[in-house]
C-alpha cells in the first residue's frame, strides 16, 4: 500500500492507520505488538504468507495474531536479562559520568573560590570505585 508516494508496512499497521491514514501513538502501539509477537514466536513472520490484501481483510474482521508459544520461563528470564541490562548500563556508564562531573565541578570551584575541597581524595576513590566494576 502507498502513501504519499511512500509504502506502508501493512502486516505491523494498525487497521485504523491503514483506513485512515493517521498514524497516532495508538498505532505505533500496534506496531510493537507485532513486533513483540515476532520476537516471542522466535521471528515467525506475521500473518504468515497472506497477502497484503488477505491481512487487511481478515484483521479488519476481528482476526488477531494468536499467543505465541513461548513458556513463562523464557519470557520471565528475557524481561530480567533486559532490565539487568539497563540497569546494568545505567550503573556503569551514567554513575561514573555523574560522578565525574562533581569531581570536575569540585574542582573548578576550589580553582574559583580557593576552597580546600580534597579533590584528590574524590578522584582516588573514583579510581577506586571503577576497578572495583
Not at 57 to 85: A, D, E, I, T, W
Not at 86 to 99: E, L, T
Request: glycine share 6%.
Amino acid at each position: 500500500m502507498f502513501v504519499k508516494g511512500g509504502r506502508i508496512p501493512v502486516r505491523w499497521t494498525a487497521p485504523e492507520a491503514i483506513a485512515y491514514r493517521r498514524f497516532t501513538s495508538s498505532s505505533d502501539v500496534w506496531g510493537y505488538g507485532v513486533v513483540a509477537w515476532e520476537v516471542m514466536s522466535y521471528g515467525e513472520h506475521p500473518y504468515w504468507n497472506w497477502s497484503n490484501d488477505d491481512v487487511i481483510n481478515v484483521v479488519n474482521s476481528g482476526f488477531r495474531l494468536p499467543p505465541p508459544m513461548v513458556s513463562f520461563q523464557r519470557l520471565n528470564f528475557l524481561s530480567h536479562f533486559y532490565l539487568y541490562k539497563a540497569a546494568y548500563n545505567i550503573f556503569v556508564f551514567f554513575i561514573p559520568s555523574v560522578y565525574c562531573l562533581s569531581v570536575y565541578q569540585r574542582d573548578y570551584s576550589k580553582k574559583l573560590f580557593g576552597s580546600d575541597l580534597p579533590s584528590s581524595l574524590l578522584k582516588q576513590r573514583f579510581e577506586k570505585f571503577i576497578t572495583s566494576l
